[in-house]
């Protein structure tokens, strides 16, 4: 499985903007990004996927750089709300569908 | 909006008791999955199904464990005989198409599983 880098923490202040970055520079063709977040004591919840272009959804925009070997996860204004585990997952065409998770990200939002 | 649902939301037993934890997936979906994910540590992958059969599943996924679908709509996880490392939240989750390009799994809340 294609690996990815997250850092482990990130703080924010409250309605300003979060960028969320993560590496995957062994990221195949038929790899698509996925972003899944866990709130605390919940399940995880999807968040955005994209595969080469930009992608905006109702929660959040999705980055992906030229070459795609990183991608970055845009929360245009933070809630306290949004502070969870945010990961970063490589899924491959054909693979069977199932995430991996790594450690991924835990945002903190200040008030 | 359709949600995942999982029983019991916590559980306790004793080691080397049978376990059985309960899941009912959205109504549409055709895959699915199980997940833990012990106190602190990362979600891991357990097993997928599909089409009534296991699809993929890892190397947490031993002899211990087994998975049915008994009437269409539940979806269970076995764990024959309990051990301590067993503790932990078990998480189902479904999906209506394999979430490779198009799909996303929908989790639900969780079962804690704890084994003294």
């Known amino acids: 499985d294609a690996k990815t880098t997250q850092p482990n923490s990130m703080e924010s202040n409250e309605e300003e903007p979060v960028h969320l970055p993560c590496n995957h520079s062994?990221?195949?063709?038929?790899?698509?990004i996925h972003w899944y977040r866990q709130l605390p004591s919940q399940g995880p919840e999807y968040v955005i996927h994209g595969l080469t272009s930009n992608v905006n959804n109702r929660m959040a925009s999705l980055a992906i750089a030229e070459d795609r070997k990183s991608s970055t996860l845009i929360l245009h204004r933070a809630t306290l709300r949004d502070a969870a585990v945010y990961y970063c997952i490589l899924i491959r065409y054909n693979q069977g569908g199932k995430l991996i998770f790594g450690q991924g990200t835990e945002l903190s939002v200040k008030p | 909006e359709p949600e995942v649902t999982q029983t019991p939301s916590h559980q306790v037993t004793q080691m080397g008791q049978e376990v059985i934890l309960r899941c009912v997936p959205i109504?549409?979906?055709?895959?699915f999955y199980w997940y833990r994910q012990i106190l602190g540590q990362k979600v891991e992958f357990l097993v997928s199904?599909?089409?009534?059969?296991?699809?993929?599943k890892s190397e947490i996924f031993d002899d211990q464990f087994s998975v049915e679908r008994p009437d269409g709509s539940n979806f269970t996880l076995k764990i024959r005989s309990t051990k301590l490392e067993d503790s932990a939240m078990y998480f189902c989750?479904?999906?209506?198409?394999?979430?490779?390009?198009?799909?996303?799994?929908?989790f639900g809340e969780g079962s804690r599983l704890t084994v003294l």
């Open positions: 199904f599909y089409n009534n059969e296991i699809s993929e």
């Open positions: 062994t990221i195949s063709g038929t790899d698509y």
């Open positions: 109504s549409n979906h055709l895959y």
């Open positions: 989750a479904s999906t209506r198409i394999i979430p490779t390009n198009t799909g996303e799994l929908f």
